[in-house]
């Protein structure tokens, strides 16, 4: 009777224990896409701010180019 105890209550803690692995691992599978996720968010903010930049640099490079060249056609027309 002993020994069929022992091994009803081998039997539970092994279904115990394999219950918690399986918790643990989705717990770890939820938390490894989370950070994916947030790794992702994070290359897309750096792409969308070197994008802002780059288009802001080529506005204003224009708008240098534009002023210099307008000047230097007035002074071609009047000089």
Do not use: H, N, P
Request: avoid cysteine.
């Amino acid at each position: 009777m002993r020994m069929r105890q022992s091994i009803a209550s081998f039997e539970q803690d092994f279904v115990e224990e394999q219950r918690q692995d399986e918790a643990r691992r989705d717990a770890l599978r939820r938390e490894a896409a989370k950070r994916s996720r947030e790794r992702a968010r994070m290359r897309e903010q750096q792409r969308s701010t070197l994008r802002f930049v780059a288009l802001t640099a080529a506005l204003l490079g224009t708008a240098v180019l534009v002023t210099v060249l307008m000047f230097q056609a007035l002074l071609w027309v009047m000089g």
